[in-house]
Every structure is written in structure tokens, then in C-alpha cells.
């Protein structure tokens, strides 16, 4: 009501977007920024992550609005095509194949609006560019990952979108944690688990967290700094995917180094010798 559309930038464009529902994590910005770029996509504004007031104040003369975190920011997406026309994709960053269908949908949209035609073609040439490179680095941790069971313990957009990025290396999510995340986010993330409630949960208590990991029923944990005592109580890899991370995972280059983090700490001698019976207790 103060802010938003009291500012004209005077240098609009037809291909300008805002990302709603970032907030720019370990950098993670500059991760799909640069894919924008070289497609000739503006970001006009990332409302919080990194953004300027001046930047916030002219977000209503964006073309099209790219939520990432829809519990936050949802209701301004709505607002905002309301007042300003200004047409919303609900989508994620994280993975590969939602990196690309994110790229997809945002020059369809622009494309409908006015952008040249040719972006929808320069999108699909990036995205071919850009699999490939990154499946071709991927292919080393898939081998070494593949049938891996990881516990998926966060909430919001990351409950449904880390678990295709989990997924296309070959890893079995055996469960994930819907808090703070929306209706939309509970039934994408119970399709990519294949329609099993079982595998969803608002909660997990630490007793029953624990007990999974000491019945083997999870190789390892994916949460957030609060919780990974359990983990390393019941001696299971864990690493934070939430938002004290030191690491950005998202796009293309994210996804590289997400799952690097993960076979660094899934494949880590250490736990062969944490888990072996202390010399005193052999016989």
C-alpha cells in the first residue's frame, strides 16, 4: 500500500519479472540470475532476497511474477494481479528438471505478453545447454547415490521441490516434513512421492526420528540445524538444507553441489568408524 507502485523506473521492459519468495540464501540468487541474463530477462525485483527499495517500489511494473515461496508471499502474487494485471507461476528452483520447467514457463508467459517469440526458442536452447553440462557432472555422485534413503526434514516449498532434486539422482525419499507449507505444496510434494500419505508428516518427533535411523529406515537426514543432533545421536549423515547453510543449491550449479555435499557426507569414512564397536567393547 506505501511502497509498491510508487516508483515509475522509466526504462520498463517486456521481458522484466520479479521472483517472489526469495531470500537469497547462501547466494542462491546469483545461482539463477545469470541464467535470466543471458536469455535477456530482467530481474526487476527478488522480494526479500537482496532486494533495493527503489527495486521493491517499481515491482509493480514487472510482466510476470515467479513465486518460490508460497506460504510468505502468495497473497502478494495475488494482490498484485489484482491491481497491476500481473500474471503468477508457483515454481522452484531446485533440481534440475524444475530449474528448467521454471525457465519454461516464465518465457511462455512473457511470450504471451508481448516478448519476442524467439525467447521461447533461446529458453529451450539454454535448457538443452545447461542439462546437459550439468547431468554430465552429476553422473559420478548418481552411481554412488542411487538407492540411498534420505529423510526430508524442512517445510514450505523445499517439503515438495528438494524431493525431485533428491529423486533424479536416484535417491529414495522415505519421508518429508510439510510444515509451514500450503495446500499446493502438500499435494505437489504427495505426487512426487507417488500418492503415499505415509511419507508425509507435519512432525516428527525426536524419539521417532531417531528410531528410524537406528532401524535403518533412512541413510540420511536432509533439515534443518535444529534437528540434526538427532541424526548425528543415531551416528547418520545429515546435512542443512535450510536456511543457516553455507552452501547455495539452487539452478543448474546448485543442484551440482547439493548433491556433492550429499555423497561428501553420505560416502564419508568417518561412519564406518563411529559405527564400529569400540576396542574395549570386542572381545
Same mark, same amino acid.
Given at each position: 500500500?506505501?511502497?509498491m507502485?510508487t516508483?515509475?523506473?522509466?526504462?520498463?521492459?517486456?521481458?522484466?519479472?520479479?521472483?517472489?519468495?526469495e531470500?537469497?540464501? /547462501?547466494g542462491?540468487?546469483?545461482?539463477?540470475?545469470?541464467?535470466? /541474463?543471458?536469455?535477456?530477462?530482467?530481474?526487476?525485483?527478488?522480494?526479500?532476497?537482496?532486494?533495493r527499495?527503489?527495486?521493491?517500489? %517499481?515491482?509493480?511494473t /514487472?510482466?510476470?511474477?515467479?513465486?518460490?515461496?508460497?506460504?510468505?508471499?502468495i497473497?502478494?502474487?495475488?494482490?498484485?494481479?489484482?491491481?497491476?494485471?500481473?500474471?503468477?507461476?508457483?515454481?522452484s528452483?531446485?533440481?534440475?528438471?524444475?530449474t528448467?520447467?521454471?525457465?519454461?514457463?516464465?518465457?511462455?508467459?512473457?511470450?504471451?505478453?508481448?516478448?519476442?517469440?524467439?525467447?521461447?526458442?533461446?529458453?529451450?536452447?539454454?535448457?538443452?545447454?545447461?542439462?546437459?553440462?550439468?547431468?554430465?557432472?552429476?553422473?559420478?555422485?548418481?552411481?554412488?547415490l542411487?538407492?540411498?534413503?534420505?529423510?526430508l526434514?524442512?517445510?514450505?516449498?523445499?517439503?515438495w521441490?528438494?524431493?525431485?532434486?533428491?529423486?533424479e539422482?536416484?535417491?529414495?525419499?522415505?519421508?518429508?516434513?510439510?510444515? $509451514?507449507?500450503?495446500? /499446493?505444496?502438500? $499435494?505437489?510434494?504427495?505426487?512426487? !512421492?507417488g500418492?503415499?500419505e505415509?511419507?508425509?508428516?507435519?512432525?516428527?518427533?525426536? =524419539?521417532d526420528?531417531?528410531?528410524?535411523?537406528?532401524?535403518?529406515?533412512?541413510?540420511?537426514m536432509?533439515?534443518?540445524?535444529?534437528?540434526?543432533?538427532? %541424526? !548425528?545421536?543415531? =551416528?547418520?549423515?545429515?546435512?542443512?538444507?535450510?536456511?543457516?547453510?553455507h552452501?547455495?543449491?539452487?539452478?543448474?550449479?546448485?543442484?551440482?553441489?547439493?548433491?556433492?555435499?550429499?555423497?561428501?557426507?553420505?560416502?564419508n569414512?568417518?561412519?564406518?568408524?563411529? =559405527?564400529?564397536?569400540?576396542?574395549?567393547?570386542e572381545?
Open positions: 500500500e506505501h511502497v507502485g516508483v515509475e523506473p522509466g526504462d520498463t521492459g517486456l521481458t522484466d519479472i520479479n521472483i517472489l519468495g531470500y537469497n540464501v /547462501a542462491e540468487l546469483d545461482q539463477f540470475r545469470p541464467l535470466l /541474463a543471458r536469455l535477456g530477462i530482467r530481474l526487476r525485483a527478488s522480494i526479500t532476497g537482496d532486494a527499495y527503489r527495486e521493491v517500489a %517499481a515491482a509493480h /514487472a510482466r510476470v511474477n515467479m513465486v518460490l515461496c508460497s506460504q510468505a508471499l497473497t502478494l502474487a495475488r494482490k498484485m494481479k489484482e491491481r497491476w494485471g500481473i500474471p503468477y507461476y508457483e515454481g528452483f531446485y533440481g534440475i528438471s524444475d528448467s520447467e521454471a525457465l519454461r514457463n516464465i518465457a511462455r508467459m512473457l511470450v504471451e505478453r508481448g516478448a519476442d517469440p524467439t525467447l521461447a526458442e533461446r529458453t529451450e536452447a539454454l535448457i538443452a545447454e545447461e542439462e546437459a553440462k550439468a547431468w554430465a557432472r552429476l553422473a559420478p555422485y548418481k552411481a554412488r542411487t538407492g540411498k534413503k534420505v529423510l526434514y524442512t517445510g514450505g516449498v523445499k517439503s521441490s528438494v524431493i525431485q532434486a533428491l529423486q539422482v536416484g535417491m529414495d525419499v522415505v519421508g518429508s516434513s510439510v510444515r $509451514k507449507a500450503t495446500e /499446493a505444496d502438500k $499435494k505437489k510434494a504427495l505426487e512426487r !512421492l500418492g503415499d505415509d511419507k508425509l508428516a507435519d512432525a516428527i518427533t525426536p =524419539r526420528m531417531y528410531a528410524m535411523f537406528k532401524d535403518g529406515k533412512a541413510d540420511m536432509l533439515s534443518g540445524g535444529r534437528s540434526q543432533f538427532v %541424526a !548425528l545421536k543415531a =551416528r547418520t549423515p545429515w546435512i542443512d538444507i535450510n536456511q543457516e547453510r552452501h547455495g543449491f539452487a539452478a543448474y550449479d546448485g543442484m551440482v553441489a547439493l548433491v556433492r555435499e550429499i555423497d561428501q557426507s553420505i560416502n569414512p568417518i561412519w564406518a568408524q563411529v =559405527r564400529a564397536p569400540a576396542p574395549w567393547d572381545e
